[in-house]
């Protein structure tokens, strides 16, 4: 198992933090190719992955959430990943890692579909 600093760290060398859209926030914003590469960190870390934001540049290159820019018939795209009550910690993790992989080519589908950028916020345990 690898560290968690090696995720942490790739998130300040290659994310966008969403503290300009929302002041004193921590998250970070990752493209679709970095939050991949995000995603096998933790995979490696066996840390879970709650859920994601997804989030598009505005007219302006800001980031924004997705459901702003592009409506909320796309609320969607947000997913987040509970553990269950009888679900071993084990099945919960790979449940989380599968449920990401689909989030992030649901999200990126959609994006290129509408000729957008695509970010993902993940939230993590």
């Not at 994310?15 to 004193?24: A, D, K």
Request: with cysteine; net charge negative.
């Amino acid at each position: 198992m690898k560290s968690i600093s090696n995720y942490l760290d790739f998130l300040k060398e290659k994310g966008t933090p969403l503290s300009e859209i929302n002041p004193g926030s921590s998250e970070i914003a990752l493209t679709v190719s970095d939050a991949l590469q995000a995603l096998a960190l933790l995979q490696d870390n066996q840390t879970a992955i709650l859920g994601a934001d997804v989030l598009s540049e505005d007219e302006n290159g800001k980031l924004a959430y997705a459901i702003h820019l592009w409506g909320y018939d796309y609320h969607y795209l947000n997913w987040y990943c509970d553990k269950n009550d009888n679900e071993s910690k084990e099945d919960y993790l790979q449940r989380s890692y599968v449920l990401a992989r689909e989030g992030i080519a649901n999200a990126n589908k959609t994006a290129e579909k509408l000729k957008k950028k695509c970010y993902l916020v993940f939230v993590t345990e």
